[in-house]
Antibody
Framework: QVQLVESGGGLVKPGGSLRLSCAASGFTFSDYYMTWIRQSPGKGLEWVSYIRFDSSTIYYADSVKGRFIISRDNAKNSLYLQMNSLRVEDTAVYYC?????????????WGQGTLVTVSS | EIVMTQSPATLSVSPGERATLSCRASQSVSSKLAWYQQKPGQAPRLLIYDASTRATGIPARFSGGGSGTEFTLTISSLQSEDFAVYFCQQYHYYYTFGQGTKLEIK
């Protein structure tokens, strides 16, 4: 079955960095857009970034632009999120999710999430 | 940014009854709207996409409607497993989510 498994979350100090990974299985990873979404008690669900199946198109939310980098390795069926210059407000559960075969479609499925805590 | 507003914040309904949840967009999103269900400690699960199409495996008691700026999610006869938080999401221009409606047992 289609499955997404995130890893790499943890506790980091403000200004620090963290790299999240998402391992995909059960579908042809290289056919789909992939995305990162985060959820925090204060801000609810917030889309973070998405990447086209061939990495030719990448978009970021304004809140993370210039600090986060999304990438993928289709040979490894993996999605990544490099998070730099982390802020307290980046604290959230981070989910990876499969988009569609085209831009601007719904997200299905989602991974179980990985918690990122930014605190001194 | 397209702002999605859900109402009510909390809805109390008895099992077996009908529940109707609302979602409003700050500008037209055509039919580019999805609904998700989230239970405690779990990731959101897709219920409806394109405003009214049920996702694979979703029971027929879930139905979505609307277009433009006004949308509804209706659960025709509430089962115990349906009590959860529901989010709407637009994907017309990037992606934004509503703040959620918590469906609780009356």
């Amino acid at each position: 079955q289609v499955q997404l498994v995130e890893s790499g979350g943890g506790l980091v100090k403000p200004g620090g960095s963290l790299r999240l990974s998402c391992a995909a299985s059960g579908f042809t990873f290289s056919d789909y857009y992939m995305t990162w979404i985060r959820q925090s008690p204060g801000k609810g669900l917030e889309w973070v970034s998405y990447i086209r199946f061939d990495s030719s198109t990448i978009y970021y939310a304004d809140s993370v632009k210039g600090r986060f980098i999304i990438s993928r390795d289709n040979a490894k069926n993996s999605l990544y999120l490099q998070m730099n210059s982390l802020r307290v407000e980046d604290t959230a559960v981070y989910y990876c999710a499969r988009g569609g075969r085209r831009a601007l479609e719904w997200f299905d499925p989602w991974g179980q999430g990985t918690l990122v805590t930014v605190s001194s | 940014e397209i702002v999605m507003t859900q109402s009510p914040a909390t809805l109390s309904v008895s099992p077996g009854e009908r529940a109707t949840l609302s979602c409003r967009a700050s500008q037209s999103v055509s039919s580019k709207l999805a609904w998700y269900q989230q239970k405690p400690g779990q990731a959101p699960r897709l219920l409806i996409y394109d405003a009214s199409t049920r996702a694979t495996g979703i029971p027929a008691r879930f139905s979505g409607g609307g277009s433009g700026t006004e949308f509804t999610l209706t659960i025709s006869s509430l089962q115990s497993e349906d009590f959860a938080v529901y989010f709407c999401q637009q994907y017309h221009y990037y992606y934004t989510f509503g703040q959620g409606t918590k469906l609780e047992i009356k």
